[in-house]
């Protein structure tokens, strides 16, 4: 059994926070800077080179690269081998968002209240935490901020199997296509298939996680991804909606087996703003 000091997740945590709110991903970046090359539209050319200045000023003056610094959610790998000493697992975490926020003076959006009294927390916790316990000694933590913006722009469906892909494929071009400007475009569609009215949720948000480029390893949903992504592109939606070519940078989908009577849909859209950060302890 290997011990990890619960103060030692708590200081990565911290940096996480910290890094995934000053620079995004080079697979993002560099997707960025080829679909400006692919838009037709001025606009959203103008767009893009906004969207890349503002990477630049964010990672050279270590300032947010949005006023929405985002709920913390996070995906835990834990090694059923590992022992955490010295304090909660949980409250390790939530002590590293707290921390991480405050010293890199990030926004902090969480109210205690969903609806009544809706009083801010003032420290960004609690976080979201999902933890899948696998086999080894370690512990992988994976922060994703999400933004209020394309987080309200989601959406969980029991189809019907009878249904079947082309009902899906329907589903998700008419939803992107309403969605509009609203998810500050050109967004990550992160779609799941199958599980539970609740898993389906949560692998909709885990697949705004594959790098932007990669494929599902199922070939026949690997071609859904890509005949998405053009539908969605042919919407004219384009960049911070306002009209182009390119309106999605990718669209990946995760899959769960399901109920013989259930066919849950959900889709989680990720404005291009796609922040996230890793660590293994």
């Not at 030692?8 to 890094?19: A, N, R, S």
């Amino acid at each position: 059994m290997r011990e990890i000091k619960a103060n030692q997740i708590t200081e990565i945590v911290k940096k996480l926070c910290m890094d995934a709110n000053f620079y995004l991903p080079e697979d993002v970046i560099d997707t960025i800077k080829q679909a400006k090359e692919k838009e037709e539209s001025q606009t959203g050319k103008d767009v893009f080179d906004m969207i890349l200045q503002n990477i630049e000023i964010s990672e050279s003056e270590k300032l947010p690269l949005c006023q929405d610094t985002g709920f913390a959610v996070f995906f835990i790998e834990l090694g059923q081998e590992v022992h955490i000493i010295g304090g909660n697992f949980v409250d390790a975490i939530n002590d590293g968002v707290r921390q991480g926020y405050k010293e890199g003076y990030l926004r902090k959006s969480i109210v205690d209240d969903p609806v009544i009294d809706r009083i801010n927390t003032k420290d960004n916790t609690p976080a979201v935490i999902y933890t899948d316990i696998v086999p080894g000694d370690k512990v992988k933590i994976t922060f994703a901020p999400k933004g209020g913006g394309s987080e309200n722009m989601s959406t969980v469906k029991m189809l019907k199997a009878a249904d079947g892909i082309e009902g899906v494929k329907d589903f998700v071009v008419d939803f992107v296509k309403n969605a509009g400007g609203n998810p500050c475009p050109p967004t990550i569609v992160g779609i799941g298939l199958g599980g539970t009215f609740d898993k389906v949720a949560q692998i909709a948000k885990k697949a705004l996680l594959r790098p932007i480029g990669s494929r599902n390893p199922n070939p026949k949903y690997s071609e859904v991804e890509k005949e998405l992504l053009e539908r969605i592109n042919k919407t004219g939606v384009g960049p911070m909606g306002l009209g182009g070519r390119v309106t999605a940078l990718d669209v990946h989908i995760e899959t769960y087996p399901c109920h013989i009577a259930t066919m849950p849909v959900a889709i989680n859209i990720q404005c291009h703003c796609c922040r996230h950060k890793e660590a293994i302890i």
